[in-house]
Structure formats: structure tokens, C-alpha cells
């Protein structure tokens, strides 16, 4: 079992709580992640072509993968799964919601210290300093705050 939880550092403001902005999580659990490394398809090191290639189930008649034999490559089951509770959180302790305007982080206001807002990848930098106003006022957590922020000088 791996645990993805950053230590408390007092000496380092990156972990220090009383530097973060917006609210702390409703509850932080130890986020145990059962297994890190991908599924590796089967016969992916033979052969080039699917050497990258994502999961395929297996579906050969004498398939030892698909046979699950000793020594075989594991298949994904479902006892890999992560705990409810902690399944799609960040290591901060919020789960993420996509936020394309203001509207949609209005949503947000009652459930702050369960969810941190991600702006949408294609909001215009005008429109993402809306949202990030908003969010300061309504004490949302914003994921990526300074993306396509540039400061007045540099524009």
C-alpha cells in the first residue's frame, strides 16, 4: 500500500496550514492508493507498436493473462479500487470540479470544504480573474489560481 500524504513540515511554508489560501477540508484522511503502477497490457514488451498502449482485457481462448495463471500478468479487478471515501480526492484532501464561469462556482458556496474549483482549460484570462475574485469571496478553494495570470507589466 502506498500513502499519499504530505508530512507536516514546520519548517516549510508549503505545508504549513496557515499559509494556504481558502478553507481547510471538511474531513483529510490517508489516501491509500492499493496499487500506483499501470496495468501493462498483455505481451506489451514484445512487441513495439503497444508498448505504451493502455489496458486491453485479454480475450484469447488460451490466454494465461485472461486465465489468470500463477506468474502471469495482473488483470484489474475490482478489489483494486480505491476506498469510497477518498476515491478522486487530491492529496489536499478536496475533490476537483471544472469551473467555466461564475455561475457554476456559485454552486460550490455550501459544499467549499468538500470541493476546490479547477478552472476550465479554454476561460479567457478576463473571465478567470471573475472567478477567482469570486472565489476569494465566497472562500472556494481554486486549484490552478495562477494560470494564465500574467501581472501588468509583462502585458
Known amino acids: 500500500c502506498i500513502i499519499q ?3 507536516s513540515n514546520p519548517n ?15 474531513n483529510k484522511r490517508t489516501i491509500v492508493k492499493k496499487r500506483t503502477k ?9 512487441f513495439m507498436r503497444i508498448m505504451n ?12 493473462v485472461r486465465r489468470r495463471f500463477k506468474g502471469a500478468v495482473p488483470m484489474p479487478s475490482i478489489g483494486y479500487g ?3 471515501r477518498t476515491r478522486n ?15 457554476e462556482l456559485e454552486m460550490l458556496m455550501m459544499h ?14 478576463r473571465l478567470r480573474r471573475q472567478i477567482i475574485e469570486r472565489a476569494e469571496q465566497l472562500a ?4 490552478n489560481a495562477n494560470a494564465k495570470l500574467r501581472s501588468e507589466e509583462d502585458a
Open 89 to 103: 480526492m487530491l492529496p489536499s484532501g478536496f475533490k476537483s470540479v471544472v469551473v467555466n464561469n461564475v455561475k
Open 12 to 26: 516549510c511554508s508549503q505545508y504549513n496550514s496557515t499559509t494556504m489560501a481558502g478553507p481547510a477540508p471538511l
Open 38 to 46: 499501470k496495468f501493462a497490457r498483455h505481451q506489451s514488451d514484445l
Open 82 to 84: 480505491s476506498d469510497k
Open 112 to 125: 467549499n470544504r468538500t470541493y476546490a474549483a479547477t478552472v476550465g482549460h479554454s476561460v479567457s484570462s
Open 5 to 7: 500524504q504530505k508530512q
Open 140 to 143: 472556494i478553494r481554486v486549484t
Open 53 to 64: 498502449s493502455s489496458w486491453r482485457k485479454p480475450k484469447g481462448i488460451d490466454g494465461r
